[in-house]
């Protein structure tokens, strides 16, 4: 039987697995549990007969994604105002939770920005599960059918769609160069209350999107097009006199915490095409802000 240890280090890896699928850190963690339960539940000559253990919890964890995102569109459907993915730190664990070499951690870094969870959420469930156990965790075909329960060609035929998806998605996306010098022409302009310098650096069809979860005060449906764009973010001061802005990074690159007497309050991720950005996401929902504590 393999080691305990063999087994656990595995935790790690699985909740970024989990995370880039289902987009929020709580709900990684229940897939994460119910794969070790699994794991703990079959017999002791069944588990000592597994020559891979790594492999068999990442299948059985893409398994219970699966079947947890279909769960979650319809609790989506009942949530309070816009439902964002859960941002993370630049420097989260949860970026780099595989060994990899420099080139590939570009990628893990990216999959888990805001724009492209955000994106992610527009696929299907199985084109999900495929393009991140594929795309970002390199697991074979063979392997992903056996947790999707689909062909070997149809899970590949999954995981191109959503590759040409994405690719389509991040046509023109800024170099993270690009990026911070944009976010921070757009820190300047929102600090002075400068409405004309906010516009010029917003895209004329740039979507805001902010997560209350019902629990804070947020924009229920998204704010859209650079004049009221900028209207609402120079409108926020009044909302959070006290709040502070400082700069952090994001996967995406430069973004923003708000906070209050040295509590976060906000999260401002931003996505930048063109040499504008094309949206603002906002997440203030105290549930998805515990990786900023």
Partial sequence: MPPIDEVENERRSLLGLCYRMLGTVADAEDAVQETYVRWYRLPEAERAAIRNPGAWLTRVAGRVCL???????????????????????????????????????????????????????????????????????????????????????????????????????????????????VARAFASAASTGDFDALVSVLDPDVVLRSDGGGRVSAARRPVLGADRVARFLLGLPRLEPGAVLAPIQTPDGMGFLAMVDGRTIAVFSLRVSGGAITDVYVMRNPDKLTQWA
């Fill in 67 to 181: 079947d947890m995102l279909g769960s979650a569109r319809a609790r989506r459907e009942r949530y309070v105002g816009e439902w964002l993915p859960e941002p993370v730190p630049g420097d989260s664990p949860l970026a780099a939770t595989v060994s990899v070499d420099p080139i590939d951690r570009v990628t893990l870094d990216d999959s888990v920005s805001m724009a492209l969870l955000v994106m992610l959420e527009s696929l299907t469930p199985a084109e999900r599960v495929a393009f991140v156990l594929h795309d970002v965790f390199a697991v074979p075909f063979g392997e992903i059918a056996e947790a999707v329960g689909r062909s070997p060609e149809a899970v590949r035929q999954l995981a191109s769609q959503a590759r040409r998806r994405v690719r389509e998605h991040r046509e023109g996306t800024a170099t993270r160069e690009q990026h911070d010098a």
